[in-house]
């Protein structure tokens, strides 16, 4: 299947940014010139030697590129089935996979000659990226955060600050990560000339979704090599949390066509995924609908109001998936399952205390469903999961999740 165009699955989108009936572009007249002066440059730098050399360059010296890949040899053994390696994206500068995206965006927009840098964030760790990487290239970045989670994420607020970034608190709406989406879109239309609006999942509009999913394949393509140096074959088994879905899409991608990989995404089941809606379970729970310009499934209540959803892990509470999840979800390439915050609090705690590793709470999602599943599994099966996050930003989360005073540590 590799070998045959016809049937690959690595050929999406099509030129209208369709992955099958998900996807597309779905913006007012006024967006759409930017989006495709966007999409020119984007197909341009694509095959520019240039462009990837600068890339490999600041991934290298500056992330911290490639991760490891790890086996996680007391684990494996504790749940004595599959043998498990972890993808240590959480190594990476600013503790996430976010930065590989980051990058890419913003040596973009310094090929566009876009001085001002616009992002959206929700738990702050997109925007900590973007303002890392745009204080690296001396550019202005405007921060747009709900009201309530600039409340709630204290810390990241303040690493953006100091950073350099001006941070923009949204209360309309319901001040939550949709609306800042919305209000970072109507920036870019007012302030077209100089500004870039750096997306930091595979979601928006057309070219938004491929672009962030080539960019963070550089986990899926780095895994190939190194599962063949350690094990002579491709893993079995790839898992990987699910917000908008860019880690996952970034360890899926370059797998696709290998139909012998068995590829599962893992969303937030919050509470369960029941009737009250409290989770963040687009695709488990979700239907499909329209929003920031794309065609996928969607939270949302019986008149399609799009709802906040439910988890732990704010960083997991994207009200929608990316398009191609939702492409690969229907036509079956990929398989979803949803892990419930107290299964992802047991499985940070047993990453902890195994491996010496404290995992950020989102892919404690994806080690969640490794650990129901592995014990089922021989002990030949392979099963690579993405270490996405580190969990420094999650102990207060976890403190109170466990019933803990901070103070009693002292
Ligand atoms: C932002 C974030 C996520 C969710 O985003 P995706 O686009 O689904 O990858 C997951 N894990 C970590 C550590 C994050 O910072």
Redo the contacts with the bound molecule.
């Keep these: 299947m590799a070998n045959d165009l016809f049937n690959s699955f690595m050929t999406g989108p099509d030129e209208n940014g369709r992955f099958g009936d998900f996807g597309g572009r779905f913006v007012s007249e006024t967006l759409m010139p930017l989006i495709l002066e966007l999409q020119a440059e984007y197909d341009k730098a694509k095959t520019d030697d240039s462009f990837w050399a600068e890339m490999d360059d600041l991934w290298e010296h500056y992330v911290g590129r490639p991760s490891p890949l790890y086996h996680a040899e007391r684990l494996t053994e504790e749940l004595g089935g599959a043998k498990i390696y972890m993808k240590r994206d959480e190594l990476n500068h600013t503790g ?3 930065i590989n995206n980051v990058l890419g965006q913003i040596i973009l927009a310094r090929r566009m000659g876009k001085k001002r840098i616009i992002a959206e964030t929700g ?1 702050g ?2 925007g900590v990226a973007t303002a890392t990487v745009c204080a690296k290239f001396g550019l202005k970045c405007v921060v747009y955060m709900g009201a309530h989670d600039v409340e709630r994420q204290a810390p990241n607020v303040f690493r953006m600050r100091l950073l350099g970034a001006e941070i923009i608190p949204v209360t309309s709406g319901r001040g939550t990560l949709k609306d800042a989406m919305n209000d970072a879109l109507r920036d870019w239309v007012t302030n077209v000339r100089d500004t870039f609006y750096c997306i ?3 979601a928006g509009p057309h070219p938004y979704p491929a672009m962030v999913r080539d960019f963070q394949s550089i986990i899926g393509k780095e895994v190939r090599t190194q599962m063949e140096r350690a094990e002579g074959r491709l893993p079995d088994t790839l898992i990987a ?8 899409m970034g360890l899926f991608y370059p797998f696709l066509d290998d139909k012998e990989v068995n590829i599962i995404g893992v969303e937030a089941g919050g509470k369960g995924v029941n009737a009250k809606m409290e989770h963040c379970a687009s695709l488990t729970g979700g239907r499909p609908g329209v929003l920031h310009g794309n065609r996928t499934y969607l939270l949302q209540d019986d008149d399609g109001q799009i709802l906040e959803g439910f988890s732990i892990s704010a ?2 509470d994207y009200p929608g998936i990316g398009p191609e999840h939702a492409w690969l979800h229907d036509i079956g390439r990929a398989k979803y399952v949803s892990i419930t915050d107290v299964e992802a609090l047991a499985a940070f705690q047993k990453c902890c205390e195994l491996e010496g590793i404290i995992p ?1 709470l ?2 404690s999602h994806a080690l969640a469903h490794v650990l129901k599943i592995a014990p089922t599994l021989p002990k030949d099966h392979i099963i690579c999961m993405n270490m ?2 580190r969990g420094d930003k999650d102990i207060f989360t976890v403190a109170k999740a466990l019933g803990f005073e901070m103070g009693e540590f002292a």
Excluded: F, R
């Design positions: 996430a996979h976010k738990a760790q997109h930091g999942t595979v949390a699910i917000g908008g879905g860019s880690n996952a960083g997991l950020a989102e892919p996405c996050g």
